[in-house]
């Protein structure tokens, strides 16, 4: 333990360092600051009372950048659109998971997409993305970005296979080139983009002649904090609906950016400014939910697998999207084997018919429900293309694969013999 290391900040004991599991349950958490109370309080409030004049002067100065902080300063509380201990101690824990230096919580997972895109990117810039994206961050690269004179460029499926290269190099005829956005696995489909192979590309564009390195951000919702890591793979920034696997209990709405502090500090600004800070009851939640993460992920996990593989023996399933099942002669399964430690626990499947057949087995659910998003307790059931993906073009959607036969099931954490019987008795309603 280094000797300025707080003691609610231990990572280690000796040698023997501390797994995140185990530091979800205190880990920035001082007992002595709130009356010894072995939970974090929730502090419900706007505003906070300084000691002294100078004390707010000089958080002030932290707060909005005009001076550098000194060794082992902390910044002081202020005002909950800035800061707030829930919220602090909450983004020290997130941050524990992907290794992060600097982690910011926000209002929704769009929130922190947005705050993140605006802090980074300017007018003239051209934004280069995978395709599919889902839905939200597809509406705010293409319809409200150009808005600010900020255009786009796509590779992956929709785009016909355009490769990452060739989108960068048409990019760059066109304005700077900002940033490389990426959602790997890819919602609905489980497409796979390499996270390394796309910091490779940024820092040769980085490297031509007046070029300017675009920074690599990863939306991280679908596999992380657990299944990947993808600042470890040369990523500057991952982003998170924290909605989804992290609240992990479908009753909240939040959001993250993580990676350096370099990185980060302008999206803290932009954050500050436009307001996209979570709040404190939500932030408590949010640090509930971690100290069982890793248990509801492993166990949703497990699941997976066993409903994939009672779907892909079933006859009236055509194909199922489950990253466990990729073959080593797909392409995809080398990015899966470098970057993917578990297929995860959302994915679709295809089955034989379309609309009415699709319709059928979902009107047909005892116990999974019908409703969009994932991560959560409770398995879900939701149909792509009339639903999370219908503002999507039907000739773009056929380009993505996901055709009206699609279902995407998010398993939860149910006996897994629970989830087959209604997946059974549903599919025989086709
Ligand atoms: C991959 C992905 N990114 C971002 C979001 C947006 O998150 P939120 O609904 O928390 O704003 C979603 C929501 O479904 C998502 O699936």
């Given amino acids: 333990m280094a000797t300025h290391e707080?003691?609610?900040?231990?990572?280690?004991?000796?040698?023997?360092?501390?797994?995140?599991?185990?530091?979800?349950?205190?880990?920035?958490?001082?007992?002595?600051?709130?009356?010894?109370?072995?939970?974090?309080?929730?502090?419900?409030?706007?505003?906070?009372?300084?000691?002294?004049?100078?004390?707010?002067?000089?958080?002030?100065?932290?707060?909005?950048?005009?001076r550098e902080q000194k060794p082992q300063e902390e910044m002081g509380l202020i005002?909950?659109?800035?800061?707030n201990p829930d919220l602090q101690i909450l983004e020290e824990r997130l941050m524990l998971w992907d290794n992060a230096e600097a982690g910011l919580v926000c209002t929704s997972g769009m929130a922190a997409i947005a705050t993140t895109l605006l802090a980074h990117l300017r007018p003239g810039d051209v934004i280069v993305h995978s395709e599919p994206l889902y839905g939200g961050s597809e509406y705010l690269i293409e319809t409200l970005l150009p808005q600010?004179?900020?255009?786009?460029?796509?590779?992956?499926?929709?785009?016909?296979?355009?490769?990452?290269?060739?989108?960068?190099?048409?990019?760059?005829?066109?304005?700077?080139?900002?940033?490389?956005?990426?959602?790997?696995?890819?919602?609905?489909?489980?497409a796979l983009f390499d996270i390394a192979g796309c910091a490779r590309v940024a820092r040769a564009e980085g490297e031509r002649a007046g070029g300017h390195r675009p920074i690599v951000v990863i939306d991280n919702t679908f596999l992380g904090p657990l299944w990947q890591h993808p600042l470890e793979h040369g990523a500057d920034l991952v982003v998170y609906s924290l909605t989804?696997?992290?609240?992990g209990h479908s009753d909240l709405v939040a959001g993250a950016c993580l990676g350096s502090e370099a990185h980060v500090a302008p999206v803290r600004v932009f954050r500050t400014i436009l307001g996209t800070i979570?709040?404190?009851?939500?932030?408590?939640?949010?640090?509930?939910?971690?100290?069982?993460?890793?248990?509801?992920?492993?166990?949703?996990?497990?699941?997976?697998?066993?409903?994939?593989e009672f779907l892909q023996d079933h006859p009236k399933v055509r194909k199922v999207h489950y990253l466990g099942f990729l073959q080593p002669d797909d392409p995809q399964h080398a990015v899966y084997r470098r970057q993917c430690r578990a297929p995860g626990s959302t994915f679709s499947f295809d089955i034989h018919g379309g609309e009415i057949e699709a319709f059928r087995v979902l009107n047909a659910l005892e116990l999974v429900?019908?409703?969009?998003?994932?991560?959560?307790?409770?398995?879900?059931?939701?149909?792509?293309?009339?639903?999370?993906h219908s503002d999507v073009p039907a000739d773009r959607l056929a380009q993505m694969g996901v055709t009206p036969a699609m279902l995407r099931l998010s398993v939860g954490i149910e006996h897994p013999e629970d989830l087959i019987a209604d997946l059974r008795q549903a599919l025989e309603k086709i």
């Fill in 148 to 190: 600010f004179g900020i255009q786009h460029e796509a590779f992956g499926a929709l785009a016909g296979e355009r490769t990452l290269e060739e989108a960068v190099a048409a990019a760059r005829a066109r304005g700077r080139v900002g940033l490389i956005f990426v959602e790997t696995p890819a919602n609905p489909t489980n």
């Fill in 244 to 247: 989804k696997y992290v609240g």
């Fill in 79 to 83: 005002y909950s659109r800035i800061n």
């Fill in 278 to 308: 979570s709040d404190p009851h939500t932030g408590w939640l949010l640090m509930r939910s971690m100290e069982t993460l890793k248990l509801r992920m492993t166990s949703s996990m497990k699941n997976a697998r066993y409903v994939a």
């Fill in 369 to 388: 429900r019908m409703a969009v998003s994932l991560g959560g307790t409770e398995s879900l059931m939701q149909h792509p293309s009339t639903m999370t």
């Fill in 6 to 66: 707080k003691p609610y900040r231990h990572r280690a004991i000796g040698s023997h360092r501390l797994k995140p599991e185990t530091l979800m349950m205190g880990y920035g958490y001082d007992p002595r600051l709130s009356e010894g109370s072995v939970k974090c309080p929730i502090f419900q409030t706007s505003t906070f009372v300084f000691k002294t004049a100078e004390e707010g002067k000089s958080f002030f100065e932290l707060a909005y950048g005009l």
